[in-house]
């Protein structure tokens, strides 16, 4: 038999908003690997199993970890936040996989930041969107810059993942930078910080105010598209819909 390994999306944090089949593949591992921040956000009756973590930036150090303590024929999962697929560990398993043909892996999707986030600002990614990741570790800021433009270009409504971080404080306002060279000012916006953890806090404003505020990188940014409008305190982006409004 093929030895498993389980790459869980565990989600914003809470438990409510793990989906079945993650608890499942962790209920039914022997060891659980991951970030410690994400381990300790684990529900108690995980913490008795075997948990491992490696530092941060140590991603390929974790991927090897799992396929280890498959080899040894313990039924391992992986887990990451959100989802494994979006800016997660999923890709760089299967290409650290090529190693260990013997090992099969499973994805176990999960709940994005992008859709939890937008849960809680209301509909902002109601219509064409696209997912931009702020962090130049592993992506040049030039390409980066070349996707915002192309993204304000195609009146795409966009989400900022990794909007900041310790080393990176000033990105954020890069970004509205780049985008406000083509849309207003006045465009709406939103951010959400600590989605399903403790102290979510949720706000919105315009792009020319975006750009001035301090997001840490436990934040994900919603810019809105050219027909989006906020709703009783809520983002929205608009399918397009026509309303027909009845009067008495
Ligand atoms: N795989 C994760 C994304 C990892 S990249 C997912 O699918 O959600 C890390 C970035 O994700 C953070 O900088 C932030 O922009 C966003 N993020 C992840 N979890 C978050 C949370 N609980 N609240 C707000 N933003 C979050």
Known sequence: MMNRIYIVGMGPGREDMMTGEALYALEQ?????????????????????ELLSTPMRQEKERCRMCFEKAGEGKRAALICSGDAGIYGMASLMYEIGKEYPETEIVIVP??????????????????????????????PWDKIEKRLKAAAEGDFAVVLYNPSSHKRKDYLMRACDILLNTVEG??????????GREGTKAEVCTLRELRDREVNMFTTVFIGNSGSEIINGKLITKRGYQIERNHE
């Open 29 to 49: 591992a022997d060891v659980i690997i991951g970030y410690t921040v994400y381990l300790n956000l684990l529900p108690g009756r995980f913490q008795n199993k």
């Open 186 to 195: 006045e465009r709406p916006c939103g951010y959400v910080e600590n989605i």
């Open 110 to 139: 999960g709940i994005t930041a992008a859709n939890s986030g937008a849960a809680v600002l209301g509909a902002p990614i109601n219509h064409d969107f696209c997912v931009i990741s702020l962090s130049d570790l592993l992506t």
